[in-house]
């Protein structure tokens, strides 16, 4: 392993550790000796380490335990190591086979990322979220697109597109953005990973009020410095009521009460007046003080 392996694998084993020992206070001191004696493997050559993990994934030892050693296999870095990897991952033991998933995706190494795929299409859906989640910690978009493209359930749909989001990858969520009956675990995907110009036009586009009135949640939670003229266009040009309070909502989320307050003093529509001062209550704005005292006063 190299120098910069060592540093980030010292660092990821202490959290490991960590976890361990708040975890469980059943394990045994014989077991938390053993955990020691396995992280202390982080910086030996792999000609020494590899036998030593080896004995203990195939040995009697605690899950707990066998999960350290799986962490030290990942950042072994010759075939023998990526094979028991892979072999872990088809074992039986349902906990160790999904953690050496993950652990495939932190050691990078081609030839056992390449078998994620069939691990995928074999697998159950806890199987399918730990290599998402081993796609997700080598950020191959990509392969998660491919698995949402050809998904053939909603639940697996978005478990693709939630990953694609925390990847903030963009342009593979744009692709998927006419997949039929999908718009709202779209629109929550393009508001993870912040792409405002998909959220502004869908925010735009009149055609499903439905997704409208998603897409401007969404991008009141993206946010950018124009969302908001977005929020106040939308307003003033639908006359869909759910339109309306949605447009209003988004400028809560983004709390701008500028533009609540524009609207207020340009509407002459009583019971749109007291909806919106009550929204300016609810914001906590500063002008709505000035309003109510204005408004006690009118005769």
Do not use: C
């Not at 990821?12 to 992280?39: M, P």
């Not at 949402?148 to 478990?159: K, Y």
């Not at 925390?166 to 629109?187: F, H, Y």
């Not at 499903?208 to 969404?218: K, N, S, W, Y």
């Amino acid at each position: 392993m190299n120098r910069f392996k060592q540093l980030v694998g010292a660092s990821i084993i202490i959290g490991l550790s960590s976890v361990a020992f708040g975890r469980d206070d059943a394990l045994s001191e014989a077991e938390q000796l053993k955990i020691v004696a396995i992280e202390s493997l982080i910086t030996a050559p792999a000609e020494r380490a590899l036998p030593l993990v080896s004995r203990v994934l195939r040995g009697d030892d605690s899950d707990e335990v066998k999960e350290h050693a799986l962490f030290i296999l990942s950042q072994i870095d010759n075939q023998e190591a990526q094979e028991l990897l892979i072999e872990v991952a088809r074992s039986d033991n349902r906990e160790l086979r999904e953690e050496a998933v993950r652990m495939i995706g932190i050691s990078g190494k081609p030839g056992a990322l390449a078998m994620l795929k069939d691990l995928y299409r074999d697998g159950d859906m806890d199987m399918r979220e730990a290599v998402l989640e081993a796609y997700l910690i080598t950020d191959d978009a990509d392969a998660v697109l491919a698995i949402a493209e050809a998904a053939v359930d909603v639940e697996e749909f978005e478990l693709a597109v939630e990953t694609l989001g925390a990847m903030r990858a963009t342009e593979q969520l744009r692709s998927l953005r006419n997949k039929k009956g999908m718009s709202e675990v779209l629109i929550e995907a393009y508001a993870i990973a912040g792409d405002v110009e998909s959220l502004r036009e869908f925010a735009m586009d009149g055609s499903d009020p439905v997704r409208q009135a998603e897409a401007l949640e969404g991008l009141a939670i993206a946010g950018d410095d124009d969302a908001n003229q977005t929020f106040m266009e939308v307003y003033r040009n639908t006359d869909n009521n759910d339109l309306k309070e949605a447009a209003l909502e988004a400028m809560l989320i983004s709390g701008y009460d500028e533009g609540v307050l524009l609207l207020f003093r340009e509407s002459t529509d009583a019971a749109e007046k007291r909806e919106l001062l009550q929204m300016l209550v609810h914001m906590d704005s500063d002008a709505v003080w000035d309003i109510i005292d204005a408004t006690l006063e009118d005769d």
